[in-house]
């Protein structure tokens, strides 16, 4: 019987793995650094356990025995992991270690891991193939350190080695699980989403079913190569929104912001970018047979249920220790209507079919409307700085540029804002004011609604997570320059 050892092999990648290759008639040993009890969903279903510190190399030459014809390593991360795994040659008849998307960078040596703004975000050509540049191997972050595991195990000819490099991994049992970011709103039962970059763009996901059936090939038929491993028709954002919404049931209104609305944290996603990032699969089709088992819209319904499941009755932060360090405050601690204020033109969508975008009227035709839209915020107004006449929880018809009476960028001076009615309750949509003439407008458009212009008002809510931009009124007179303050609200505790 074939043998195959699987470093990190109870992890929710390597459990995928490790079942696939059992599946298959491999005998599975799975390497974890705890000689804990298993926990019960997957004991007896990951071959057997041998406890190890895969930095040790003693202890992994241990727990490797007499040897095995595979060795698949799942957790890869230090610059020294790579030498170690060759080291292991005596042992070993091949080896396959998961490297990441995030390796490549772009022509002009731009690389996901600096990208901290939209003109540093790497220019990749769609699909990105295996041969596109990577990034100067070395251990100053995540990805130089992978390109270094990756330079020893495809430089050296003891073995044959092959390297993966998945998208955004997703699947049952990941900490990270990127699908809470909807799945918590849901949850929640909010009734609007907002989607930065229009949610036209694509980050790649990966089916942890995809990535393990691509595992099982490559361990089939050795060789020393590199292969993408990306879902097939990837969706964007949108899609990826629309996807989990239709999982779980749920609809609401879609706000799809574009790139030029300058809001860094509100419409930001885990799939969000300025550009996709799309993985070519030929190779491991043409070199392995592959075909995918799933794709996105098959697959996730699984993890929104395990998602759903796991964080019931519990603090989710406990269960998702890895999403919550990079999810951190997005979340506010009670689900409130989001208190942004944007004065568009738009365009409505309306898609027929769940994970399909339809370009449809949704019938609803308003000039210059105005929506509530989401951000996180807890409640109660903190006061300060209102919006002309209202206090820090009423609307009004515009921001002005300093707290004095002004005529709201209106053609007729000492004329007040219009306000149909204080909005008392954070949950409930209601109408209010637009920028020009003041008029009522209902915001309950439907979904989706694109923005094509925009003007953005705080509302004073105590505690906004991000950025507030205030833009005056461009309609006091010929000539008049809108005013852009940015201000950033400190967090108040009750």
């Keep these: 019987m074939r043998t195959a050892f699987v470093l990190g092999g109870t992890g929710f990648v390597g459990r995928a793995i490790s079942r696939v290759l059992r599946d298959a008639g491999w005998s599975v040993t799975v390497g974890r650094r705890t000689s804990e009890p298993l926990p019960e969903d997957i004991e007896g279903s990951v071959g057997d356990v041998v406890a190890l510190d895969r930095n040790d190399d003693d202890e992994l ?23 170690q795994l060759v080291a292991m040659k005596d042992r070993v008849g091949s080896l396959i270690a ?50 270094v ?23 049952p049992h990941d900490t990270q699980c990127r699908e809470w970011f909807f799945v918590k709103r849901i949850l929640d039962r909010r009734p609007v989403v907002i989607l930065g970059y229009g949610g036209r763009t694509v980050f790649h996901p990966t ?28 969706p964007d954002a949108l899609g990826i929104e629309r996807c989990i919404a239709a999982a779980m049931g749920h609809e609401w209104t879609e706000v799809l912001v574009p790139p030029r609305l300058a809001l860094t944290s509100v419409g930001r996603t885990p799939w969000s970018g300025p550009k996709s990032v799309v993985l070519d699969m030929n190779a491991a089709r043409e070199e392995l ?19 759903t499941a796991a964080t019931q009755d519990l603090d989710w932060r406990a269960v998702l220790p890895r999403a919550a360090e990079y999810l951190g405050t997005r979340f506010a601690t009670t689900p409130k209507i989001d208190c942004w204020r944007l004065s568009a033109g738009f365009e409505a969508l309306k898609g027929d079919e769940s994970c399909v975008r339809g370009h449809e009227p949704a019938g609803v035709e308003v000039e210059g409307p105005q929506v ?20 820090g929880n009423q609307f009004s018809a515009d921001s002005v540029s300093s707290n004095v009476r002004a005529d709201h960028g209106v053609e007729h001076e000492g004329m007040d804002a219009a306000v149909p009615r204080h909005v008392d309750e954070t949950d409930e949509l209601d109408a209010f004011a637009s920028a020009n003439p003041p008029e009522t407008v209902v915001p309950n458009l439907g979904p989706p609604v694109v923005f094509q212009g925009f003007m953005v008002e705080a509302l004073g809510m105590q505690c906004i997570y991000g950025r507030v ?15 852009v303050t940015q201000r950033q609200r400190a967090s108040h505790q009750g």
């Design 61 to 83: 030459a241990a727990g490797l025995g007499e040897g095995v014809d595979v060795l698949v390593d799942t957790i890869p991360y230090r610059a020294r992991d790579g030498s």
């Design 372 to 391: 509530v839209v989401e951000v996180d915020v807890q409640p109660l107004a903190s006061g300060g700085t209102s919006l002309g006449h209202g206090n």
């Design 289 to 307: 047979g592959y075909r995918p088992i799933t794709s996105y819209p098959e697959a996730v319904g699984e993890v929104c249920d395990w998602v």
């Design 469 to 483: 931009l205030e833009v005056t009124a461009p309609f006091v007179g010929e000539g008049h320059v809108a005013n």
């Design 98 to 147: 998961i490297s990441t998307v995030s390796v490549y960078s772009d022509d002009d040596q731009r690389s996901l891991d600096e990208a901290g703004s939209a003109e540093e975000f790497p220019d990749f050509p769609v699909p990105i193939l295996e041969t596109q540049v990577t990034v100067t191997p070395g251990d100053q972050t995540y990805s130089t350190r992978k390109a």
């Design 149 to 171: 595991i990756e330079e020893a195990l495809l430089q050296q000819d003891d073995l044959p080695a092959t390297v993966i490099r998945p998208g955004a991994i997703y699947g």
């Design 207 to 234: 089916s942890v079913a995809n990535l393990a059936e691509l595992v099982r090939l490559a361990a089939e038929k050795p060789g020393t190569r590199v292969l993408n491993c990306g879902d097939p028709s990837p």
